[in-house]
């Protein structure tokens, strides 16, 4: 009775066994061998100027520039211009200098990203009502003048100002969150502000050098990265609207552990703007990082600000 109960048993979990079998196996046959992304059906040589985007100057206003897609919408445009980066269908520059200017134009497809050769334009005149902004002004002291600015962290570990040197926010986070005058661009929207005493591991505290900007002739940038031991000149374009700004041979100063982490550094945004005090934010590269993607905001504090508080110490210190 013993020996029959076992052997029934036993065939009922063999039973079991050969359906589940069974199952996974037909399920296996159900479910695609691999899991590919589509196929690029665009090539580089299709993203030319005229056949695949227009570049035009306003008929009325020649400083004024008409970036237009003439994708299939099918496409997300992806606009590399002066004045940062958009994936708008059509796209409108405000361009308050002379000079030539590229433009790099691409599209997402199913399959990945695919860019053309760069492009140029040019402008031919000055237009002084483009930075007549009172971002123009906060940040370089206006036309025919230089401001200077400092990260905000000294060789003595001292942050003026911020609570130290570099913040994080959301991928979703600008100007219009940082000053509550308008919605995140994404739902990836948060922010920490650590304190640079008790994180310490951010950046060495240092003489970080200093970052000018100017409106003579043009929009010039000139950086001195001391402690990465290198300096540079280069140019910025100001989106005033999206507070955004593109620098063309030239990055914010930054610590040395950020250096390697950003695969764009003259992608700027704005976060904050005042008299003394500014807030510039690049991406940080998942890839890079092996971390997640993130705005790292650096804070700086302006050249008179910095002597008007160490003037104001130095006062403090004689009167006792």
């Known amino acids: ?22 199952l996974m196996a037909l399920f296996g046959a159900c479910s695609p061998e691999k899991y590919e992304l589509g196929e690029i059906d665009v090539s580089p040589a299709q993203l030319e100027k005229g056949k695949s985007f227009t570049i035009e100057h306003d008929a009325n206003n020649p400083n ?11 496409y997300t ?11 708008d269908r059509k796209v409108t520059l405000k361009m308050p200098f002379p000079g030539e200017y590229s433009v790099r134009f691409g599209v997402e497809t199913r399959g990945g990203i695919v860019y053309g050769e760069p492009v140029t334009f040019k402008i031919d005149q ?18 025919g ?3 200077t600015w400092y990260l905000d962290l000294d060789a003595d570990g001292v942050s003026r100002y911020f609570k130290g040197p570099l913040y994080f926010y959301g991928t979703g986070d600008w100007w219009g969150t940082i000053n509550k005058t308008g919605e995140p661009l994404n739902s990836d929207s948060w922010s920490w502000e650590p304190d ?6 951010l950046m060495p505290a240092g003489d970080y050098g200093s970052m000018t900007f100017d409106l003579k002739g043009g929009a010039n940038v000139n950086v001195n990265h001391a402690m990465l031991g290198k300096t540079q000149k280069g140019v ?51 890839v890079l990082s092996n971390d997640g993607a993130a705005m790292l905001t650096f804070n700086f504090i302006s050249k008179a600000y910095k002597e008007s508080l160490e003037e104001n110490a130095l006062d403090s210190n004689k009167a006792k």
């Open 1 to 22: 009775m013993l020996v029959n109960y076992k052997f029934t048993q036993m065939k009922k979990i063999i039973t079991y066994a050969i359906y589940l079998f069974s």
């Open 64 to 74: 004024i520039v008409y970036l237009t897609s003439l994708m299939d919408p099918k």
């Open 77 to 87: 445009p992806l606009w590399d211009h002066p004045q940062g980066r958009s994936q």
């Open 126 to 143: 000055m237009y002084a009502d483009f930075i007549s902004d009172e971002t123009w002004t906060l940040l370089t002291g206006g036309a």
């Open 145 to 147: 003048e230089e401001k």
């Open 196 to 201: 640079w005493k008790g994180n310490s591991w």
């Open 236 to 286: 910025f374009n100001i989106d005033t609207e999206k507070k955004t700004m593109r620098l063309t041979g030239a990055s914010p100063l930054h610590g040395k552990p950020q250096d390697g982490i950003v695969v764009d550094w003259g992608d700027v945004r704005i976060m904050s703007l005042t008299e003394n005090t500014m807030q510039l934010a690049v991406l940080r590269d998942p």
